[in-house]
């Protein structure tokens, strides 16, 4: 029962939903903001449309490098349609509430997001576009609504290189991107030292960007203990980032 909820929360992208607002909770409160629950149901909405628009067009592709994820998506396609259908207008309806600026703002990342598709075998490509879009979502959102914001260059610099990490360990176990260039082994590396890089970065950020520390650490230790398998890729490895982003709500909040 509780691997069948969990896998119907990773393969449906609500994990990497809830990964994206807390990750964007985290970044307003290291640059000194407050929370806007509009805000994090945005980059939540916003996140679940790229991924499920990506897992529902690419199927085939995916069949061999996530063939649990694939088997899931076939089963349950028209209720993936429909949740990502709905997200689409809960996206649309709180950009338009949240103001113009928003929409412009987060208008790259959805290209690049749909576009995803086309982008992810490029070499090279997919790790640094990815952490941008993620970025874009993640810090820019809580910058463009906080009246004063604060630590904005440590913020972005700290998630957009521990999610390059990640995205680069992803390419390792799909065997794209980077990893199909230069080997799945140095790759492997490149994201370990980025990720042990960005911690030690993180240890002598200033103010409250310090906070975010739990993300590139558990981003780290997860690739310690890397396995090219499709659970830990999805469940583990991105979970890192889900679980990091909380911790350090939890540490900027006692702050």
């Given at each position: 029962?509780?691997r069948?909820?969990?896998?119907?929360?990773?393969?449906?992208?609500?994990?990497?939903?809830?990964?994206?607002?807390?990750?964007?909770?985290a970044a307003?409160?290291?640059l000194?903001g407050?929370?806007e629950p509009?805000?994090?149901a945005?980059?939540?909405?916003?996140?679940l449309?790229?991924?499920n628009?990506?897992?529902?067009?690419?199927?085939?592709?995916?069949?061999?490098?996530?063939?649990r994820?694939t088997?899931f998506v076939?089963r349950?396609r028209?209720?993936?349609?429909g949740?990502?259908?709905a997200?689409?207008?809960?996206?649309a309806?709180?950009?338009?509430?949240?103001?113009?600026n928003?929409?412009?703002l987060?208008?790259?990342?959805?290209?690049?997001?749909?576009?995803?598709r086309?982008?992810?075998h490029?070499p090279?490509?997919?790790?640094p576009?990815?952490a941008?879009a993620?970025?874009t979502?993640?810090v820019?959102?809580?910058w463009?609504?906080?009246?004063?914001?604060?630590n904005?260059a440590?913020?972005?610099?700290?998630?957009?290189?521990?999610?390059?990490?990640?995205a680069?360990?992803?390419?390792?176990?799909?065997d794209?991107?980077?990893?199909?260039?230069v080997?799945?082994?140095?790759?492997?590396?490149?994201?370990?030292?980025?990720?042990?890089?960005?911690?030690?970065?993180?240890?002598f950020?200033?103010?409250?960007?310090?906070?975010?520390?739990?993300?590139?650490?558990l981003?780290?230790?997860a690739l310690?203990?890397?396995?090219?398998?499709?659970?830990?890729?999805?469940?583990?490895?991105?979970?890192?980032?889900?679980?990091?982003?909380?911790?350090?709500?939890?540490?900027?909040?006692?702050?």
């Amino acid at each position: 029962m509780w691997r069948a909820l969990v896998d119907t929360t990773v393969y449906s992208s609500l994990w990497l939903a809830a990964t994206a607002a807390a990750l964007c909770a985290a970044a307003t409160l290291a640059l000194g903001g407050k929370i806007e629950p509009a805000s994090l149901a945005l980059a939540a909405a916003g996140t679940l449309v790229v991924y499920n628009v990506d897992r529902l067009r690419d199927v085939e592709r995916d069949r061999n490098t996530t063939p649990r994820r694939t088997r899931f998506v076939e089963r349950w396609r028209r209720a993936l349609a429909g949740l990502t259908l709905a997200a689409a207008g809960a996206a649309a309806w709180l950009a338009w509430t949240l103001g113009p600026n928003v929409a412009v703002l987060l208008a790259p990342a959805a290209v690049l997001g749909l576009a995803h598709r086309r982008l992810k075998h490029v070499p090279y490509a997919k790790g640094p576009y990815v952490a941008a879009a993620w970025v874009t979502v993640s810090v820019g959102l809580p910058w463009l609504l906080a009246p004063a914001p604060r630590n904005v260059a440590w913020t972005t610099g700290l998630l957009f290189f521990a999610i390059l990490a990640n995205a680069l360990a992803s390419s390792v176990r799909d065997d794209e991107a980077a990893a199909a260039r230069v080997g799945r082994a140095r790759a492997l590396g490149w994201a370990r030292g980025l990720a042990a890089l960005t911690t030690l970065a993180a240890l002598f950020a200033p103010g409250a960007a310090r906070g975010l520390l739990p993300i590139p650490g558990l981003t780290w230790l997860a690739l310690l203990g890397f396995r090219a398998d499709e659970r830990y890729g999805l469940v583990v490895l991105d979970g890192a980032l889900l679980v990091g982003a909380g911790a350090s709500c939890a540490l900027l909040a006692s702050l």
